[in-house]
Nanobody, 118 residues
Framework: QVQLVESGGGLVQPGGSLRLSCAAS????????MGWYRQAPGKQRELVAG?????PTNYADSVKGRFTISNAKNTVYLQMSDLKPEDTAVYYC??????????????WGQGTLVTVSS
């Protein structure tokens, strides 16, 4: 199975930047996609940025031009710039992978809190 460990959240002032990291570990055949979601208080979880393999990246309209997702081996990053108070949320990493039994599965990280406030 796959475990995801996130890091990089915290408190930042409006206009500031943060970089989130999510590292995947465990036993699996391949990770097909990794992405970032977020959930603000009282709201549903939403996609922030996601990429499937070497395919195109999808961004939420609210973060286009400010957030950038990137990948290294089994790790996904989210560079967040020009942060706004409405970006305050718990950010979750998500990975879709194929297990050693050739089963397609999905796993979530534990979440990391990003607070944008002066």
């Amino acid at each position: 199975q796959v475990q995801l460990v996130e890091s990089g959240g915290g408190l930042v002032q409006p206009g500031g930047s943060l970089r989130l990291s999510c590292a995947a570990s465990g036993t699996f055949r391949v990770i097909n996609a990794m992405g970032w979601y977020r959930q603000a208080p009282g709201k549903q979880r939403e996609l922030v940025a996601g990429r499937t393999g070497g395919g195109p990246t999808n961004y939420a309209d609210s973060v286009k031009g400010r957030f950038t997702i990137s990948n290294a081996k089994n790790t996904v990053y989210l560079q967040m710039s020009d942060l706004k108070p409405e970006d305050t949320a718990v950010y979750y990493c998500n990975a879709a992978f194929v297990s050693t039994e050739y089963t397609s599965l999905e796993v979530w990280g534990q979440g990391t809190l990003v607070t944008v406030s002066s």
